[in-house]
Structure formats: structure tokens, C-alpha cells
């Protein structure tokens, strides 16, 4: 069994090199069955840890939720779009046993700029046309309904258009070799974001209490998140009730929350907003009942967004899932914490 495992990864190896790529993965995969996950930070298989994510565009209003599959998401962003509703990203890196994921909704462009920090395959069902310019330059590598179908998606009967598109993870498989896509990350990424050390934990001693967190900023769903102290973990409510999983009745969690103040305009009259992904602002780190200030800039526009704490430390999360909301600027007021 050892020799074929061998012989399994030499010929991973030597597949690598030939294709041009970076043999990273696979001589970490060779020496350790595990590795730290770069959405959690947590120990995975290498198999699921080092394959690049797929970050999927989900709806978020009363017709598109509760979602299927976000469980499974390492990272989960949360976005305004128009009319005060927001759109949700699952990034998944371990997403082979879910029966469905979605409803997968349309591009917006500053969500295409997150899902690229996570070197991620960003999958959607059509665009705003201000999206579409980045999609045309093959800015990112993504899978689009519009123009893949049935090959990558597929609608149910149980809800009515546009709130009835899912993909799996054989269509999401399929959709990836239709398209040439290497599962394999750069081979400069390094991950995102830093975590706290093996045994130890971030409890930000010096933070404000942050057992409640509402963000009322979001018009329509007006989310909140509610601290558990026995799991060390916060519970996502949204419309007045628990926001659940509806492949398993389970409420969402998250270890960490990230609230990133951002400047906008709008686009149009139909309220399409331009979120700006590259000017550095503020916004808030909590985790375990604790909320600081922190600020975050980035490289490049292409680049990792960094979060630094007061004293111009990058912050370490807890190992886990992230919860990233993005806040327009001029709504911050509308967060209260308890």
C-alpha cells in the first residue's frame, strides 16, 4: 500500500512539473496526510486544503434564503447589492458531499475582487453589466451560468426563477474541466490570512463587549449574530429568526467576524453600487465576545486584503470559519453591540 501511495504522488509530482506548474502541493500532500487550510486555518486533508476554492455567489433575500450548502463554506462574505438587499460568497475548499449548492445569483464586480484574495474559481449565474467588462478579460477564472447551462448548473422545481439555479459538485467538476481551469493555487499563494498558533487562541483582552453584534446597516434581512460562550462560537440570525442550512436544518456559525467599512457610489438610477475595494479604511475584528478597531489596506486591487489591529499588528484569527461583511461607510452607525 505505502509503495502505490508512492507511486500515486511521484506521478502527481512529475504531472506538475510537466504542465509548468509549482510541485508545492503535492510535495506537502507527500509528507503530510494534513495541512493547514488557508480559509480556517484548520488541519484538512491535503487533498481538500490544497485544491483551489470555489467562491459561489448566493441570493440573500427572503426568496433566496435560507441557502444549501453554506455549512460547508470556510469564508462567507456578505455584500449590499441594490434595494438594500445583500448577495452572500461561499468559499468552499470542502464541498464533495453536498448534495446542492446554492441558489447560485448573478456577479457583482467588487465581489470578484474578494473571491480573486482566495485565488478562488468564482462561480455565478449571469453578471450586472458593470461585471461584465472584468468577465470578458478573463480577469478571474469563473464559471457563469449564462454561458455554461446545464453543463455547470442546474434549476429545481421548488422555487421559481431566478431563485432555482444550483450546481453540485460533479457539475462544479464538470464545469472546471469544460473550461481548462487548474485546481492547483499559484504557486506564489501563500493564504490569506493569518491564524492564531497551535494552542493558543485570539481573545482580545482589551476589546469591547461584543455578545450581540446587529447590523442593522442591511435594510432588509437586518442580520445579527449572537455569541455562545461554551462553543466559542457566534450563531447568524437574519428576518427575525436563526439563519439555517436548508440541506441540514443547522444554524450557521462562525468563529470570526470581519466588518470592512468600505466607500461607494451608486452606479445608476437602479441603485447598482460601486463598492470600492481598494481605497484603505476601518472597520471592526471580533472573536470570542470581543471587538476591536482595525484598519485594512490592500497592495493592489488584484491583492490580499490585510487587517491590522492598533498597533499596526496584522490580526490572527481563531482557527475556523470567517464571516466578512462589508459595510458602506456611511452606515457604520447602524451597528450596535452588546
Known amino acids: 500500500m505505502k509503495k502505490k501511495l508512492f507511486r500515486m504522488l511521484t506521478g502527481l509530482i512529475l504531472s506538475c512539473s510537466l504542465a509548468g506548474s509549482s510541485t508545492v502541493m503535492a510535495q506537502e500532500a507527500d509528507s503530510s496526510d494534513t495541512v493547514k487550510s488557508y480559509l480556517t486555518g484548520e488541519d484538512v486533508p ?30 462567507i462574505y456578505e455584500a449590499p447589492v441594490e434595494g438594500q438587499i445583500t448577495r452572500l460568497m461561499g468559499i468552499f475548499e470542502d ?36 461585471a461584465l467588462p472584468y468577465l470578458e478579460q478573463h480577469a478571474i477564472d469563473n464559471l457563469n451560468g449564462l454561458t455554461m447551462g446545464s453543463t455547470a448548473f442546474f434549476r429545481t422545481t ?3 426563477a431566478p431563485h432555482n439555479a444550483y450546481t453540485t459538485p460533479q457539475l462544479l467538476q464538470n464545469g472546471i474541466d469544460a473550461m481548462g481551469y ?35 446597516n442591511y435594510g432588509d434581512n437586518h442580520p445579527w449574530f449572537e455569541y455562545n460562550a461554551d462553543t466559542k462560537k457566534y450563531s447568524r440570525f437574519q428576518f427575525g429568526e436563526a439563519h439555517i442550512d436548508e440541506l441540514n436544518g443547522q444554524q450557521l456559525t462562525c468563529d470570526n467576524i470581519i466588518l470592512q467599512y468600505s466607500a461607494y457610489k451608486p452606479y445608476d438610477s437602479n441603485g447598482y453600487l460601486n463598492v470600492d475595494v481598494m481605497t484603505p ?36 484569527l481563531n482557527p475556523g470559519r470567517t464571516w466578512v461583511a462589508i459595510i458602506q461607510n456611511d452606515k457604520v452607525d447602524s451597528i450596535s453591540y452588546q
Open 95 to 130: 464541498y464533495d458531499n453536498l448534495e446542492k449548492i446554492g441558489s447560485v445569483r448573478s456577479c457583482r464586480d467588487y465581489y470578484i475582487f474578494y473571491a480573486n484574495e482566495f485565488n478562488a474559481i468564482y462561480t455565478h449565474y449571469g453578471q450586472a453589466a458593470y
Open 158 to 160: 421548488d422555487r421559481q
Open 182 to 216: 487548474s485546481q492547483e493555487y499559484k504557486s506564489d499563494y501563500t493564504g490569506h490570512y493569518l491564524f492564531a498558533e497551535d494552542g493558543t487562541e485570539t481573545t482580545l483582552d482589551n476589546g469591547t463587549v461584543a455578545n450581540v453584534v446587529k447590523l442593522d
Open 281 to 316: 479604511g476601518q472597520g471592526k475584528f471580533i472573536t470570542r465576545g470581543k471587538a476591536i478597531d482595525i484598519r485594512w489596506e490592500k497592495d493592489s486591487p488584484w491583492g490580499i486584503t490585510h487587517y491590522y489591529d492598533a498597533n499596526d499588528q496584522e490580526i490572527r
Open 46 to 75: 491535503a487533498s481538500i486544503g490544497r485544491r483551489r476554492p470555489v467562491a459561489v455567489m448566493l441570493g440573500n433575500d427572503r426568496n433566496g434564503a435560507p441557502q444549501s450548502g453554506l455549512t460547508n463554506a470556510g469564508v
